[in-house]
């Protein structure tokens, strides 16, 4: 009869007030260290002072990353070198491949509640830093759930399996490090258990407060979760979280702004091309 471990909370991470683009203040949780590999950074947008964020983020590039935006409420309007131009409301994703290059503005929307949405950095493989770039929205209703018991996990991307059996994978089947996201509710009393052995695997907590295995995760903390095979949730009040689960690339990284190589001289050159206009092919 085969045994389960349960994972742990091994690092609690607290997030840090800060601001991006046109002075829109965020939540941001970051380490371009290895810590979290293959995730680089998380950015919480929230408010409901438009005051706060309705400077958006006006053109500017990235190399070497992708990015997953998400959004619970308000919505947010994408526009590229590419062409494309689409707009995301409160349920849908954006996801983005910028490769060799990319340039993009994002300009936010608000709804009765304001806005509150997430942008998600993944680190790029090397060997995938200098691809094209690639786009793509889906849409709230194209992710599917598993649901019941005062639970509901919606999968962005991945496979996610109850312990069950019961399982779902996520419509973006591209993020890098083989990468997996999930957006859980929990209500009151609820609880859940998935199997996962994912190398990194990463609950953050945006409201109430969940029990992530042993340990209470108050809202605003991101928990780094111990090797094993199942990952226990509970909440006794009710709460919500993202969670992020991949595969470590294991390489160095090199960080500027919103260029992330794997050494200083590849930074050198990207401002060089960004500078010359050669950045995106």
Sequence with gaps: MSTRTLRQVDHLQPSQPSQDGDGVKIK???????????????DELGSDQPNDYIGGFPPHPHRGI????????????????????????????????????????????TD?????????W??????EKMRPADYRDVRGNEMPRLAGGGVELIALGGRWTRDD????EGPLNALAGSGGVAHVRL???????????????????????????DARVPAGHL???????????????????????GTPHEEPVAHYGPFVMNSHA????????????????
Excluded at 266 to 281: F, I, P, S
């Design 165 to 168: 059996g019961e399982s779902v």
């Design 28 to 42: 941001r949780i970051h380490d371009f260290g290895g810590g979290l590999d293959p995730f680089l950074m998380l």
């Design 122 to 127: 993944l680190n790029l493989a090397a060997r």
């Design 266 to 281: 590849e930074l050198e050159q990207a401002l060089r091309d960004y500078r010359d206009g050669t950045l995106t092919g």
């Design 223 to 245: 928990a780094r979760l111990s090797k094993g095979d199942h990952l226990a949730l509970a909440s006794a009040t009710g709460g919500q979280a993202l969670l992020l689960a």
């Design 66 to 109: 992708q990015t997953l935006t998400y959004v619970i409420h308000g919505g947010l309007t994408h526009e590229d070198h590419m062409g494309h131009s689409s707009t995301i409301h409160a349920g849908d994703a954006q996801w983005m491949h910028t490769g060799r290059g990319i340039i993009h503005s994002e300009m936010p929307l």
């Design 187 to 213: 209500a009151a009393g609820g609880k859940l258990t998935l199997q996962t052995d994912a190398p990194t695997l990463l609950a953050y907590v945006f409201e109430g407060e969940l029990e992530v295995g």
């Design 112 to 120: 009765s509640h304001g806005l509150h949405a997430f942008q998600l």
